[in-house]
């Protein structure tokens, strides 16, 4: 079998796992690093990738890779992508491996596009859609995404007819909260830009300080205002149903997901 040595965790006299405290980020750092969408994901070791089938889509997922691979919490989401993707140009933001992007293209979607900011995620995405034959509907590109949105909107590029926004964790705790509402704010305005009228935007907060305080669909009706566009919400969810709740842990209730008609 082979030893697996875990950053945070050391072995005691008995060779248990018990987790250390050498090292370890204060909590500044640690909301820096999750706020950080510019960092690389480590590729892991490629005898832990296992094949995943979701929902009729395979991917390669690297199991010590960021969220062991795959966001299962988003599974029932990238579905619905699927069954609206047909004939239509789709855009991914913080495509990561490329899972809405490929439910897209199995859709039958024409044309998709996936921005993230990870090379190896990136690599991977295009790995992926070879993986179910649909690399040539697909283009994957690293770039930040608050970038290639404003190079797009000044560019007066092509819109899309769905735009996906999934960034990264942007309130880690509640004294972020200013922080990420501003963030939001201006991410899902440029998103909205890029889509034609009568488009849709999925966009999503995972901060369960952002979900928990309610406010995420006054933000984002505050960009739709910001930008001239009208908004519709069509659907308001959250995790997977795997990922049940505890009413004793609130906190366990982390993502927002909205389906927004644009005009």
């Not at 050391?10 to 405290?21: I, R």
């Amino acid at each position: 079998a082979a030893h697996l040595k875990l950053e945070g965790f050391e072995e005691d006299a008995n060779g248990t796992l018990v987790q250390s405290d050498k090292g370890a980020p204060s909590e500044e750092d640690a909301e820096l690093a999750e706020e950080e969408d510019e960092e690389e994901d480590s590729p892991g070791d490629p005898d832990l990738e296992v094949l995943v089938l979701d929902a009729g889509v395979k991917f390669m997922v690297g199991l010590m890779s960021q969220k062991t691979g795959f966001y299962c919490d988003q599974r029932d989401s990238r579905k619905l992508i699927q069954e609206y993707s047909a004939n239509k140009r789709v855009l991914d933001l913080c495509c990561y491996t490329g899972g809405f992007a490929l439910h897209a293209a199995a859709g039958g979607a024409r044309e998709v596009v996936g921005v993230d900011s990870s090379a190896v995620a990136v690599a991977r995405a295009a790995s992926n859609a070879d993986l179910n034959q649909v690399a040539s509907v697909c283009r994957f590109e690293k770039a930040d995404i608050k970038a290639y949105m404003h190079e797009a909107i000044a560019e007066g590029a092509e819109k899309f007819d769905i735009v996906i926004l999934d960034p990264p964790k942007l309130a880690p705790t509640r004294n972020s909260m200013n922080r990420a509402r501003s963030a939001y704010r201006k991410l899902n305005a440029q998103a909205m830009q890029l889509v034609r009228p009568g488009g849709l935007l999925m966009t999503c907060s995972c901060s369960g300080a952002m979900t928990q305080s309610g406010e995420f669909e006054s933000i984002v009706a505050e960009a739709a205002v910001s930008v001239g566009r009208r908004m519709t919400i069509l659907r308001h969810a959250g995790a997977a149903p795997d990922h049940t709740l505890n009413p004793g842990y609130p906190e366990g209730k982390y993502l927002t997901n909205l389906l927004i008609h644009v005009e």
